[in-house]
Nanobody, 128 residues
């Protein structure tokens, strides 16, 4: 069992930065792929980024590549999403998710169906 709690969302102006955190409980965190997804104003659900169990591999959606960075600290059971150069279209509720069946990034790591546990989300609003 893994419980995930996101934090760090808020209101920021376009061009600004935010750092989201996802605190995890449960022994399987350190061996899980961790991902971030978001649901925007039009209710579309979108993959954002994922990181392998040891932080050695990452993948990103094209829409955030070069602006967002996913990382993890297994000693703190926490995964982060550093978001820079934010745009109004980044406005969304951001969700943290855990894939406990694999620690490695695979071709389906961008698919919500790969993930077993989800947080309740944190809202990010980017004003123009």
């Amino acid at each position: 069992q893994v419980q995930l709690v996101e934090s760090g969302g808020g209101l920021v102006q376009a061009g600004g930065s935010l750092r989201l955190s996802c605190a995890a409980s449960g022994r399987t965190f350190n061996s899980a792929v961790m991902g971030w997804f978001r649901q925007g104003l039009r209710k579309e659900f979108e993959f954002v980024a994922a990181v392998s169990w040891n932080g050695g591999s990452t993948i990103y959606a094209d829409s955030v590549k070069g602006r967002f960075t996913i990382s993890r600290d297994n000693a703190k059971n926490t995964v982060y999403l550093q978001m820079n150069s934010l745009k109004p279209e980044d406005t969304a509720v951001y969700y943290c998710a855990a894939d406990v069946s694999s620690g490695l990034i695979v071709s389906t790591s961008g698919s919500r169906e790969d993930y077993d546990y989800w947080g309740l989300g944190t809202r990010v609003t980017v004003s123009s």
